[in-house]
């Protein structure tokens, strides 16, 4: 595809924003319906509910002129049961035109403690012109952004466009996509596209577009120190000996300098981006405290988007309330490390390894264990899809679209990336910096969503422009 593009008329443009605009009440109406359908991915939830919610994305998709729309499960291993439903639905390109992919996936977060709700987690509630509600953005709203593209496209264009469309809606993404790999390796060929439109991501702020041009990856594990082959009495023998959570402590301070900058040897950074992040907005949309001080150097941006970040998401300690006058042997913490996106996360996972085994304090012994990688990405703006994505958001915005990376990792990119080599991936946005996806009091912009909608119908019809004859 070439990397200028045959743009859509003013007449077609005008079009699909009126009928975007008038499907408002029916796009929030359906996507209201899928909030109320509980799908989490988790072995601790039941199945029935994310069987529910595949079902009814599969009935959304078979109103429009798919050829077939199929739910489908692949086992991860021979030996495990069915895997987690995702919904496939195909239309064939004809001669001479390119294929898109659209992904979501439509399972969702838990909601967490209900206390913290402002509005039941389950039941969509528009007020303050969001809409409220788990999943109502992430990532329910991508799955209707699709839905509402393709209708507004299809009713202007007719059943036939030339175009090539599929449409897939995972059903495990908030689990990590465990069985991602094996569902690409069993059906491949239904997957197959020259574009690929991930909607799982964010805009810059509320009213400013934006599309994400890379992810950092992820690194994670656990890192165990242990200090006695079994608990003592604090009193007899504190003193000699510190305790495993003191240790712990100790090491996980060595993972940053003193500017808070990651200070593990070996992982890559960059300070270049192409857009800046105020420090007054950052502070305020992360919730900083007043006299906090941010940590690193460097640009924000660059701190959230191309450099090392370094968290502690969990430790495994003695509650306070069942303490007792006791050395603790052991301790455990659980690291998440977010890498640059030109880093090889093995390299990264194995620099971690290295760090944590030569910072023992006291010569504590110290074992770690990888539990997870995810490659990073990297877009080409310069490519036609890219250049199609800003096009769009800016006649659906009416303002020109922010090129900028994201600190979150979405593993399946790289993943899709090395299934598809000549694909070219557009990553958008659904959420904004109020969203609060995977906490309590979700929401979703709702103007944003319908500009969304608007942009990915006008993507589908610049792509369907690129092929029709006497093109080139």
């Known amino acids: 595809m070439s990397t200028d593009f045959t ?9 699909l924003r009126r009928r975007v605009v008038d499907s408002r009440a029916e796009l929030l109406a359906d996507l209201s319906a899928l909030v109320a359908i509980p799908g989490i991915a988790w072995d601790s939830f ?58 979501a996936h439509h399972d969702v ?109 992820v690194v ?12 003592v009495h604090s009193g007899m023998f504190g003193g000699p000996v510190l305790d495993a959570p003191t240790v712990l402590s100790r090491l996980i301070a060595t993972l940053h300098d003193d500017d808070g900058a990651v200070a593990v040897e070996g992982l890559l950074s960059e300070d270049h981006t192409d857009v800046d992040y105020d420090e007054a907005r950052f502070r305020a949309d992360a919730g900083v405290l007043d006299g906090v001080q941010l940590a690193g150097r460097g640009s924000i941006s660059s701190r959230l988007w191309t450099q090392p970040a370094l968290s502690v998401t969990g430790i495994d300690v003695t509650e306070v309330d069942k303490a007792s006058n006791t050395i603790a042997a052991t301790a ?27 910072n023992a304090p006291f010569g504590a012994h110290v074992r770690f264990e990888l539990e997870e990688t995810g490659p990073a990405f990297r877009a080409d703006t310069e490519a036609a899809s890219s250049q199609i994505a800003l096009w769009a958001f800016e006649q659906a915005w009416g303002r020109p679209a ?21 694909a070219q991936i557009l990553i ?40 029709a004859p006497g093109t080139e």
């Open 220 to 231: 994670g594990g656990v890192v165990e120190v242990q200090v006695l082959d079994h608990a």
């Open 109 to 217: 977060q838990p909601p967490g403690r209900r206390e913290l709700w402002e509005t039941e987690p389950f039941e969509a509630v528009e007020k303050d012109g969001r809409l409220w509600g788990r999943g109502a953005a992430d990532d329910k709203a991508g799955v209707m952004a699709h839905v509402g593209a393709l209708r507004a496209f299809f009713e202007l264009v007719g059943s036939e466009p030339g175009l090539g469309i599929s449409v897939f809606v995972e059903g495990e993404e908030e689990a990590g996509s465990p069985g991602f790999e094996a569902f690409l390796d069993a059906h491949r060929d239904k997957l197959a596209a020259d574009v690929i439109v991930i909607a799982d991501s964010a805009n810059w702020e509320v009213g400013v577009p934006a599309l994400t041009t890379s992810l950092r990856g």
């Open 402 to 422: 922010v090129t900028a990376g994201m600190g979150g990792s979405i593993p399946f990119t790289a993943t899709l990336t090395r299934a598809y080599p000549e």
């Open 7 to 15: 743009r859509p008329s003013s007449e077609t443009v005008d079009a």
């Open 46 to 103: 039941g199945a029935e509910d994310l069987d529910r919610s595949a079902d009814a994305v599969a009935g959304l998709l078979r109103e429009l002129p798919f050829e077939d729309v199929e739910v489908l499960r692949v086992p991860t291993s021979p030996d495990e049961k069915p895997g987690h439903p995702a919904v496939v639905a195909r239309k064939a390109a004809a001669p001479g035109f390119p294929t898109i992919l659209l992904y």
């Open 332 to 358: 455990r913490a659980k690291l998440s490390l977010r890498i640059a996106p030109a880093q090889d996360p093995k390299e990264a996972g194995e620099a971690l390894r290295r760090h944590v085994e030569d």
């Open 428 to 467: 958008t946005g659904i959420e904004d910096p109020d969203t609060r996806a995977h906490s309590a009091n979700e929401s979703l912009h709702i103007e944003d969503f319908l500009h969304a909608v608007t942009a990915e119908a006008l993507v589908l019809a610049a792509l369907a422009e690129q092929g």
